[in-house]
């Protein structure tokens, strides 16, 4: 069984603490290997004119053995089961209860823009992680 190690980011403007425990929960129970979060840190918002609000950000790396397709529809549904669902984002779109984002896959980068990010770079290095894993 082939095991895909990915970096993925997790922010909240909107009780941060409450939907970012959610969220590590519901990565918990997906039983992903090496699982490991950075400290959560709170950044001004990046290219988000909808609101000032400070967000809290983490950093999570891990392993699965699921299929990249199959791992970022968990993550979708994690993110609609901690309340950022279609509903919520018409009604208060500057309200971000977690938003997840999947950076790396293996070797590849699936968010070139966001790997420049302060709280990334920030975390990984808490970590003691690279971006991308050693060849």
Do not use: C
Not at 84 to 101: G, L, N, S, W, Y
């Amino acid at each position: 069984m082939k095991l895909h190690r990915f970096v993925l980011t997790l922010g909240s403007n909107s009780e941060p603490q409450k939907h970012l425990s959610q969220a590590q929960a519901g990565l918990r129970s997906l039983g992903l290997e090496r699982l490991t979060f950075s400290p959560a840190r709170e950044s001004a918002p990046i290219s988000f004119g909808l609101s000032d609000a400070l967000f809290t950000d983490q950093v999570a790396i891990g392993e699965t053995s699921m299929e990249l397709e199959t791992f970022a529809a968990h993550l979708k549904a994690l993110e609609r089961r901690t309340g950022r669902t279609p509903e919520q984002r018409k009604k208060h779109p500057e309200a971000i209860p977690v938003d997840i984002d999947l950076i790396t896959w293996d070797r590849e980068i699936l968010k070139p823009r966001d790997i420049t990010r302060p709280y990334l770079i920030e975390g990984l290095r808490e970590l003691g992680e690279p971006l991308l894993p050693e060849e």
